[in-house]
């Protein structure tokens, strides 16, 4: 608070499928919400006071690595990172 920040533009991708759409709906809430990005020092960078990710997973690629696709287990993590953060089923987010 009461500093500069640097903004920065995110790109993230989801399955086209039914899960995907509910993750989503999920996601959506969380962003309207304040629960996706938070103003900190980038582990990737090491640049302070910039946007950075909080701990929803989210996948930046989709050509695999860490942060891409294929990964069978994203649904359950990211559904599960929203879990700790209390964001309501698919359902309740709309």
Same mark, same amino acid.
């Given at each position: 608070?009461? /500093?500069?920040?640097?903004?920065?533009?995110?790109? =993230?991708?989801?399955?086209?499928?039914?899960?995907?759409?509910?993750?989503?709906?999920?996601?959506?809430?969380?962003?309207?919400?304040?629960?996706?990005?938070?103003? *900190?020092?980038?582990?990737? +960078?090491? /640049?302070?006071? +910039?946007?950075?990710? +909080?701990?929803?997973?989210?996948?930046?690629?989709?050509?695999?690595?860490?942060? *891409?696709?294929?990964d069978p287990n994203y649904?359950?993590?990211?559904?599960?990172?929203?879990? =700790?953060?209390?964001?309501?089923? =698919?359902?309740?987010?709309?």
């Amino acid at each position: 608070p009461g /500093q500069r920040y640097s903004g920065t533009a995110r790109v =993230a991708y989801l399955p086209d499928n039914e899960e995907g759409r509910k993750l989503l709906a999920r996601l959506r809430y969380a962003f309207r919400h304040g629960l996706t990005f938070r103003v *900190g020092t980038s582990l990737t +960078t090491g /640049q302070s006071n +910039t946007i950075t990710w +909080t701990s929803i997973h989210h996948k930046t690629s989709l050509y695999g690595g860490p942060h *891409g696709f294929p990964d069978p287990n994203y649904i359950k993590n990211c559904n599960d990172s929203l879990d =700790a953060l209390h964001v309501p089923a =698919a359902e309740g987010c709309l």
